[in-house]
């Protein structure tokens, strides 16, 4: 309720903003035509009582009952003009944003990370060679074709990790990548000081597996060739937060 309620005052503040920019730019549009209908005519002797009584002030008179008359057809005008204006500079931030995200993938230079090479495409490799009986590994376009292929997955799994991992899953990667095992009691052992939660201690560790980064056997922690590989490119990129 209390959400709902903030969100209604939240909206009702803001239609009443709207409303009085509204009102102010409505009273510079009629203050700048006053001020250009007095520029072509002005009175060779001004007095208040000629320019009340001149063609100009009929004019903004006129104007000024068209406002009030269409008041609300251009209320209306003005906040669909005032939503497209909100919208579209929202769409440029969130492209900056993803230009902002995207940059250092996109500049990394991940033919470096082909030596790594995952499981799955060395076993799908090796069952194409056995239905086909070829020899695809030995075809080049094939290998580059993989290696492609290799890259693009590389890429986005370590954007998708820039975003989904949370700063201390990436101490701890780190921390692992020192010691390259550890056992879950050590983990436990260092890491309470730091992640009190036990909760949040197994959801990061959840979240390193999931990624591939950590692997675990009995009660040990081991970094994967990937997890390895990502943290050089953490490094590389300069986004680590500890070295």
Do not use: C
């Not at 290799?150 to 201390?168: C, G, P, R, T």
């Amino acid at each position: 309720m209390n959400k709902i309620n903030l969100k209604e005052k939240e909206k009702k503040d803001i239609m009443n903003l709207r409303k009085i920019i509204f009102i102010v730019i409505l009273s510079i549009i009629l203050l700048v035509i006053a001020s250009i209908l007095l520029l072509i005519w002005w009175p060779t002797k001004p007095s208040l009582v000629e320019i009340t009584n001149s063609w100009v002030a009929l004019i903004m008179v006129y104007l000024v009952l068209i406002v009030f008359l269409f008041e609300k057809p251009i209320y209306k005008f003005y906040n669909k003009f005032f939503d497209i204006i909100t919208k579209s500079g929202r769409h440029q931030v969130q492209q900056t944003k993803q230009k902002e995200l995207l940059r250092p993938i996109s500049d990394y230079d991940f033919s470096k990370l082909v030596s790594y090479r995952h499981p799955e495409w060395d076993s799908i490799l090796k069952r194409e060679n056995q239905e086909s009986n070829s020899t695809i590994r030995e075809d080049p376009e094939v290998v580059k074709y993989i290696q492609k292929l290799q890259n693009e997955s590389i890429k986005w799994h370590f954007l998708f990790a820039d975003v989904y991992l949370v700063l201390y899953a990436k101490y701890v990667l780190f921390w692992l990548f020192k010691l390259k095992s550890s056992k879950q009691e050590e983990f436990d052992k260092v890491w309470q000081t730091e992640v009190f939660d036990e909760q949040e201690r197994r959801a990061i560790l959840d979240a390193l597996l999931s990624l591939d980064f950590v692997r675990t056997e009995n009660d040990n922690l081991f970094i994967t060739d990937l997890g390895s590989t990502y943290v050089n490119y953490l490094k590389k990129m300069d986004k680590h937060p500890d070295e």
